[in-house]
Structure formats: C-alpha cells, structure tokens
C-alpha cells in the first residue's frame, strides 16, 4: 500500500503558520479578544448541558460538545445520531455518511468552520466519522441556506465548528479503553491546551483513538420470494485501527480592531477490514455442501486536513474581512479477495473447481483552495455584507485491478487451501484513471435589518462553475470535456419575535446539488446494473431545488428550549439513469441488455416535520434531570421508470429519547439515550432493498473527583441491534418489471454490545 509522507508536511505547515506570525502578533497592538470560556463548567463540573439557541436570523441549531459528552462519543458520526432529522444507512455501529433529512449524503453539505472540505465519496460527500469529537467545539445543524454559505445545501448544512484559541484557558487529558463483545481492547488518548501565548491566544491538541467494529453476518438466497433456498452465507466482518489527530488555532490582535486568525487540522484514520466468509448449497452447512471460502481484506489509509488564514480589520466604515483556505484528503486503499469455489457442477472433485483472486488499489486525492473577501457595514436600515468566494479544486482518481486470476484447487474442501501462484499485474479499471477540475467564483450580498419584533436577512448569491474532466481510460475523442454552468441562489429568513420565550422563523432559499463524479466520468462500465451496462454523462447539469422552512421555537424556564419545524423542498432536474436504447454487452436474443446514461429527467418532492425538546424537568421539582427528544417524519415523492417511490433510502422517520440524572451530593451522575430510525426502501435498475434497524441503546455512569478528575463508564449498543436487509435482485427492467427473479437475498447483521471506560483530568 502506498503511503502519503502527508504528515510530515501539514507538521511543517502548521507549524510555520503559527510561529511565522509571533513577531507581526508582538509588535501590533492587541484588540480586545473575548474572555476564554472556562473548561471547567464543560469538562468536570455536573451540570446538565441543553440545546443552545442561536440568535441567528436563519433556523440554525447549535450543540456545544458538552451537550453530547456525558456520553463520550469517539466521533462526529456518534454525535450526530443524537440530532434531529440525521439518519445513517451504514453498517451497525458505522455513523460515517450524513444522510440529513434522510436524503443521500450528496444532498447535505458538510462544513469545517463554516468551509467546504472535499470528501473521497463519488457523491461529493465527506464521512464525519473520519473527525474525533474531541477536536470538536459545536455543531450547527443549518436548515436553510443563506447567500454567504456554500449552496450545495439542498437537504442543509451541518457546521463542525472545531475549537479555537478561545474555547478553552487551561488544559485536560482524557485517557480510557474500549471492550468489545470479542475482548479486544482498544484505547483512546487526548490533549488539549489553550491560553495566552506568542502574543494572542493559541490552541493545540492532538487525539489518538483505537476504533474497531467486530461484526457477524447471515445471508440466505432463494431463487425468489417464498422460494428455494439457493444457499447460505456465514461471514465475520471485523473492522479496526486507528485515528490520530492534531488541531490548532492562533488569534491576535492586530490594530486598534483587527485579528489575525491562523487554524489547522490534521487527521489520520488506518483501517483494516477483514470479511471472511463460507458458503453452503441449501443452507447446509458441512463439507459435502460447501460451495466457497472467501477471504477480502481492505486495507485503508485516509489523510484530511484543513489550513485556514483570515485577517479581519476596519475599513470604510465596516469591517473587512480577506481568507484563504485549504483543504483536501489523501484515500489510499489496497484490497484482495481470495475466493476457493467448490461445486460447480456435478462433476466429482477437483474437476472445474478453482480459486479466484482479485486485487484492487485505490488512490484518490482531492484538493480545495478557497480565497474570500467579504465587506460588512452599516446600511441605514440594517446590516449590508457583500464578498467574493473563489474555489479551485483538483481531484485525481486511479484505480486499477488485477485480470481474474484462476487455477484448479489441488486439494479436498475443508481443508485450508495455499494461495497458488502470483497476482497477475494490474491495469486500470474503466473510469479508474481520471482528474476533475473544478472554477467556481461565487459573489454574493446579503442585507439583514430588524423592525420591531422582526428580524430579517435577504440575498442573492450567484454560483459560476466550471469543470474539465479528463478520464484517461477512454477513447481520446471522449477523454477530455469542459463543462460549465451558473445558478443565482436567492434566499430570504424573517423571524418574528412573539415574546422573550417565543418565536416563530421562516424561510425560503434555491439550493444546488452538483453532479456525482462517477456520473460525469464518460466511462463506459459493463454490467454495472443487473446486466445493463452504465456509460457517464459530462454534460450532467446539477440539480436545484426550492426550499421553505416554518418553525417555531418556545424557551421553557432558564435552560429549557423545544422547537417544531415544517419543510418542504421541489426538486428539479433529477439526475436519474435513463436508458439510451443500445443494446448492452450482455445483449442477446433471449436476454435484452441495454446501455443506461444518467440523465436529468424527473422532479421529485420532499417535506417533513422536526421536534426537538430538550429541558429540565424544574417544572415538576426536577431540576437535576434532564430530559431530551426529537423526533422527525419523513418523507417525499419521485417518478422512475417502474413508478412511483421515495427517494432512495429515506427513511420515514428518525428519533431519540434521553435522560440525564445529576447527583450533587455524590458528585456523579447517570443517563441513558435510545435511537431508531425507519425503514428505508432504495431502487435502482437490477435490485431494490429495504433496509431496517432495531433500536439503539446507550447508558453511562459518570463520577467526579473534586473540580479536576471525572470517571466515565459507557454501555454501546446495550440492546445489541441488527441491520436486516432484503435484496431484490433482477438481471433485466423487463425481468425487474414482470419480477421475474434472478436472486431474492436476505441478510442480516449484527455487532455485538461494548464498553468504554474514560478518565479526564483538567488542570
């Protein structure tokens, strides 16, 4: 596997990015900065942490890490189960892929301090579980888009505000241990500090985290619903390895009213999959009946980094503000699948038996480099902030895989057979050999104001793109196509403030969803749905969508908020497949194959409601319990070729239930949490599934030692969940039309309980 000397690097980076401006931070005269928070009330001290409510006019939410940290989540994934509208369709006990609203990840957008930030996913998505939660200040989840935000926002946005030079005055350490229901351990150690130093204030920690998902697995196939079972699959799917991860944050004052702010982020995740499986012929599980042995390791090396540099100073009667940001990650990924076949026909053994190896490597690099600058002043009726975003980004995809190697197996089933022979040499696979970039200036302007018990924001934001895609694996006719198209983005947010505790918010905003890259790559890949064939479309348009947003949001008591929120999206230019009417390689007389392209093609709809409570029970004399709910319906519409459905795998609804107990006089406290996510149902051309997860159960008993050491004890997955998932798999639309089966499979998976012992001390 290829390694990255990336670390290296982003060390030197940030490093220079923070010493390089000790002398400017010294020599300038220091503006008033903030007064840090103090880490005690977040780290040590018992005291039940609530929802925040943001002042924003737009419908934002925002949970400070303490919110989530009684029960020591490892990542950004296992905070966000605990939001409202966020659902995953993962393995068990996988939080990587954001699904807000339970649309697909590309619909949401994920931010790192309100930036962009490149994802290795084909849908332009980036997976959370990649950040530690302990670098993590706040998450906002962004309802609506506004004009000084990215719009590729069509389901919102979900902000990872990481800690700054302001969060904390002080340091802590956290150290603590994993045990998974196989007894392997893992550990987990962290440290911060933050204060005073080289003039401004600096932040800088580092986190390291073991992280394993030993998971089981049973598939049976039948020919069809209610039919013969075909086989049995038995599998172990053991997931492990390690994140490390460095952040840091510089302030100074510059002036009599700037700041210069300096940031970055390193994290490193090393991953061994290892799926090792056997098959039987009609779930008989002996020798006589094994049909395969199969052993797939995936061996994964995932760098993602953030540098960020801004200077903020007075000018022309406002505030001026100039960033230059970058971002990208490093996904190298090695994988081989050795499969021993047995059975293949009635001849006795070893006739016509073989073993089968398969290698893939896997490289992709993605880089952004944003540069902004934004203007902000008094406009009479309110504020007027106006700027200029520009973007190159520069993405390289190779993948190359072994030709299927085989050879007879020299000796009886049962017996662990050697790997015979070498790899053949390795080739790009269709589509694996290609870059995109992508120009994007986007100008924008934005007017808030306030009348009376009404505040209000306005904007316009215009999104020019243009992208050049140069897939190396095709014809050179079809190599290379620049592509380019621009979108105005309207939004508006009014918020009418009914009283100090009530207040009802509307808003309206055009969102984009940019094209997938393996869409607009002109590849031409075989038998890629059932046994048509799927060839990419450069031209792809985005799809754009209207959004409204009412909600209205109630303070209970001091600390107590709830909030309901309706939405609705129209969803236009649907990037669906389309069939082209050429036959497919897999075409003949008695089975029609066709050529399918994505296209835009259809409209769809999605709206739903959100609750969210999260209070003190003072009302009824409880004011050391806490209690906290949410709850989201779900749900949309959309045309294919076989009728009507939901987006694909939105689930009908999502909730979590909670409560915290604080104790005083012992100085510990208790909780528990418990998550379930709907049905979600996925079709494309050759298969449809439906997905189903039991119910999620977490506790955790916490005991505090003074103002600076707390002991934390975590229950995962108490109630030991399954994912069930049904395929129904077709070879033709004709076939998926009449359901005439080519293999009907249930499966099913689960990942065992886990605990997790923490200590932290703050000094």
Do not use: C
């Not at 892929?97 to 962009?116: A, F, H, M, P």
């Not at 694996?473 to 196509?481: E, H, S």
């Not at 923490?758 to 000094?763: A, D, L, N, S, T």
């Amino acid at each position: 596997m290829t390694r990255q000397p990336l670390t290296t690097a982003i060390a030197v980076a940030l490093a220079s990015a923070l010493v390089a401006p000790a002398a400017l931070a010294q020599a300038a005269t220091a503006a008033a900065a903030p007064s840090p928070a103090q880490l005690d009330r977040v780290e040590v001290v018992g005291e039940i942490i609530y929802r925040d409510r943001t002042e924003a006019t737009a419908p934002v939410l925002s949970y400070d890490l303490a919110y989530f940290q009684r029960f020591e989540p490892l990542t950004v994934g296992d905070m966000l189960k605990r939001v409202p509208s966020v659902t995953f369709v993962s393995d068990v006990l996988e939080y990587d892929g954001v699904r807000l609203r339970g649309l697909d990840s590309g619909y949401t957008q994920i931010l790192i301090n309100g930036k962009r930030v490149p994802g290795a996913g084909l849908d332009r998505s980036f997976f959370v579980d990649r950040i530690p939660a302990e670098i993590v200040e706040r998450i906002e989840i962004v309802r609506s888009a506004s004009a000084d935000r990215s719009g590729d926002a069509v389901a919102g946005a979900l902000n990872i505000v990481l800690r700054d030079g302001y969060s904390i005055d002080g340091g802590y350490l956290r150290a603590g241990a994993t045990r998974f229901n196989d007894d392997e351990f893992e550990p987990t150690f962290g440290a911060f500090w933050g204060g005073e130093a080289l003039g401004g204030n600096l932040l800088v920690g580092a986190n390291m985290q073991g992280r394993r998902n030993p998971k089981d697995k049973f598939s049976q196939r039948f020919d069809a619903p209610g039919g013969t079972l075909d086989n049995t699959e038995v599998q172990t799917d053991v997931r492990s390895g390690e994140d490390y991860a460095f952040n840091a944050d510089y302030r100074v004052g510059v002036g009599e009213n700037g700041e210069l702010h300096l940031s970055g982020m390193f994290v490193r995740t090393d991953r061994i999959q290892d799926e090792d499986s056997i098959e039987y012929r009609s779930g008989i599980a002996n020798t006589a009946n094994l049909l395969t042995i199969n052993d797939n390791d995936l061996d994964i090396q995932t760098d993602n980094y953030t540098l960020g540099a801004g200077l903020k100073w007075a000018m022309a009667g406002g505030e001026t503000e100039i960033r230059v940001d970058r971002a990208g990650i490093t996904d190298d990924q090695f994988e081989f699948e050795n499969e021993f076949e047995y059975l293949r026909d009635t001849n006795p053994f070893p006739e016509d038996d073989r073993f089968t190896r398969d290698v893939t490597d896997l490289l992709i690099e993605d880089n952004e480099t944003t540069a902004e600058f934004a203007h902000e002043r008094d406009a009479g009726f309110g504020k007027l902030k106006f700027g200029l975003q520009a973007t190159l980004k520069d993405r390289e995809t190779r993948i190359f895989e072994a030709t299927r190697y085989r050879v007879t197996i020299p000796n009886a089933p049962g017996i662990s057979p050697p790997i015979p022979g070498p790899t053949q040499p390795l080739a790009p696979i269709a589509g694996g050999l290609n870059t995109i970039e992508e120009t994007r200036i986007e100008p924008f302007v934005k007017l808030t104001g306030a009348a009376d018990a009404f505040e209000w924001e306005a904007g316009l934001r215009y999104e020019q793109t243009d992208t050049e895609i140069n897939d190396r694996t095709v014809a050179a006719n079809l190599a290379r196509t620049d592509t380019d198209y621009g979108f105005l983005l309207p939004s508006a947010h009014v918020r009418w403030n009914l009283d100090d505790a009530n207040r009802i918010t509307a808003s309206i905003a055009r969102t984009v969803r940019r094209p997938d890259f393996n869409a607009i790559s002109p590849a031409l890949l075989e038998a890629e749905a059932g046994d048509n064939d799927v060839v990419g479309n450069p031209l792809l348009d985005p799809e754009s969508a209207w959004g409204l947003d009412v909600g209205f949001e109630r303070r209970l008591g001091e600390r107590g908020i709830v909030g309901v929120n309706l939405f609705y999206r129209d969803i236009t230019d649907l990037v669906e497949l389309a069939n082209t009417g050429l036959p497919g390689s897999e075409d003949d007389a008695s089975n029609r194959a066709w050529i399918f392209q994505p296209r835009n093609t259809g409209d769809g709809q999605v709206w739903g409601a959100e609750l969210d409570l999260s209070t003190p029970l003072s009302l009824i004399g409880l004011d050391n319990t806490g209690v906290f709910v949410n709850y989201s319906w779900l749900d949309s519409e959309i045309e294919d070729d076989f009728g009507t459905r939901r987006f694909n795998n939105q689930s009908n609804y999502v909730y979590n239930v909670g409560f915290i107990q604080e104790l005083p006089s012992l100085e510990a406290s208790f909780g528990v949490t418990f998550r379930k996510q709907g049905d979600a149902y996925t079709r494309v051309v050759g298969e449809e599934v439906v997905t189903s997860y039991d119910g999620d159960l977490e506790a955790f008993i916490e005991k505090r030692f003074g103002k600076s050491w707390a002991v934390r004890l975590t229950g995962i997955n108490l109630l030991d969940q399954s994912k069930d998932e049904v395929f129904d798999k077709f070879n033709t639309v004709q076939e998926q039309i009449n359901r005439d089966y080519d293999e009907y499979e249930l499966e099913t998976e689960t990942g065992g309980r886990a605990l997790q012992l923490i200590v932290r001390y703050q000094f």
